[in-house]
């Protein structure tokens, strides 16, 4: 991943249901992936411990989430991407992932973020939404000081008044300036967060407008969170895609990256 590299898909759903869905998803995003010759990771969370209300679904928690993200990967040979919320969650989730994610309300907590450093894996810094691109600087060289070059940045909106989440594209160069590559996180940027009362909302419509922009601006790779029913899905639901949309949108990504 990086300048000059083919573009790079993060995708999957918001959160592990159960097995079976997750894997349908995982098989299906690698199969186009492959047929368009793209960079995968699939991502899963074990746990969404952000959630609006105390009666949102959080997934199967460490141990069973992790055993499904393995056996996935065994199965299905992707590479593999999902939430770190504790200390004590880093060592565990490394024997299983590929990519370890600090989530966007913790990316300044100090000791976490050293913590995912220190597995020596890749570590993917979700921008907090009430970050300036240039205070992330700060946040890739806590991974670096522990000798762990391998970050890169998610962008992913930033707060815009209450309930509501903006996308300002110079964002992308500036942080790329720090060297690290910038994933642009197309779903969550058209969340409504805590929109819908109990849970938040989303404009999953305006993704993939989205999306062709971050490309169009330089981003390194694209994250996507997809459901094969959006409007059951058990978290995230309304600014996730559905599965008939992703290929159609990643031939236009490819095209934009190519123009570049």
Same mark, same amino acid.
């Given at each position: 991943?990086?300048?000059?590299?083919?573009?790079?898909?993060?995708?999957?759903?918001?959160?592990?249901?159960?097995?079976?869905?997750?894997?349908?998803?995982?098989?299906?995003?690698?199969?186009?992936?492959?047929? $368009?010759?793209?960079?995968?990771?699939?991502?899963a969370?074990y746990?969404?411990?952000?959630? !609006?209300?105390?009666?949102?679904?959080?997934?199967?928690?460490?141990?069973?989430?992790?055993?499904?993200?393995?056996?996935?990967?065994?199965?299905?040979?992707?590479?593999?991407?999902?939430?770190?919320?504790?200390?004590?969650?880093?060592?565990?989730?490394?024997?299983? $992932?590929?990519?370890?994610?600090?989530?966007?309300?913790?990316?300044?907590? !100090?000791?976490?973020?050293?913590?995912?450093?220190?597995?020596?894996?890749a570590?993917?810094?979700?921008?907090?939404?009430?970050?300036?691109?240039?205070?992330?600087?700060?946040?890739?060289?806590k991974?670096?000081?522990?000798?762990?070059?391998r970050?890169?940045?998610?962008?992913?909106?930033?707060?815009?008044?209450?309930?509501? $989440?903006?996308?300002?594209?110079?964002?992308?160069?500036?942080?790329?300036?720090?060297?690290?590559?910038?994933?642009?996180?197309a779903?969550?940027?058209?969340?409504?967060?805590?929109?819908?009362?109990?849970?938040?909302?989303?404009?999953?419509?305006?993704?993939?407008?989205?999306?062709?922009?971050?490309?169009?601006?330089?981003?390194?790779?694209?994250?996507?969170?997809?459901?094969?029913?959006?409007?059951?899905?058990?978290?995230?639901?309304?600014?996730?895609?559905?599965?008939?949309?992703?290929?159609?949108?990643?031939?236009?990504?490819?095209?934009?990256?190519?123009? $570049?």
């Amino acid at each position: 991943m990086g300048r000059g590299c083919p573009l790079t898909v993060i995708a999957g759903p918001c959160v592990i249901e159960d097995f079976d869905t997750t894997f349908e998803i995982a098989e299906y995003l690698r199969s186009v992936t492959a047929e $368009l010759d793209i960079s995968f990771v699939f991502k899963a969370s074990y746990d969404k411990a952000n959630r !609006t209300s105390i009666r949102s679904f959080r997934g199967p928690g460490m141990a069973e989430g992790l055993r499904i993200l393995n056996r996935i990967k065994t199965e299905l040979g992707v590479k593999l991407l999902s939430d770190v919320h504790q200390i004590s969650e880093a060592a565990p989730a490394a024997e299983v $992932l590929d990519i370890l994610q600090v989530p966007a309300f913790l990316c300044r907590q !100090t000791d976490l973020v050293v913590a995912i450093a220190k597995t020596e894996k890749a570590v993917n810094i979700k921008k907090g939404q009430f970050l300036a691109p240039w205070d992330v600087a700060n946040i890739v060289d806590k991974v670096v000081s522990v000798g762990n070059p391998r970050v890169f940045i998610t962008e992913r909106g930033s707060m815009f008044g209450y309930n509501n $989440l903006v996308v300002d594209f110079r964002a992308i160069p500036i942080m790329q300036e720090d060297g690290a590559p910038v994933v642009f996180d197309a779903t969550h940027s058209v969340q409504l967060p805590g929109g819908a009362g109990g849970a938040s909302g989303g404009q999953r419509e305006m993704a993939p407008v989205l999306a062709r922009a971050a490309v169009a601006a330089g981003a390194d790779g694209v994250f996507l969170e997809v459901h094969k029913d959006p409007d059951r899905a058990l978290c995230d639901g309304p600014n996730s895609l559905p599965l008939d949309r992703v290929k159609p949108l990643l031939k236009q990504l490819i095209a934009i990256r190519k123009a $570049l």
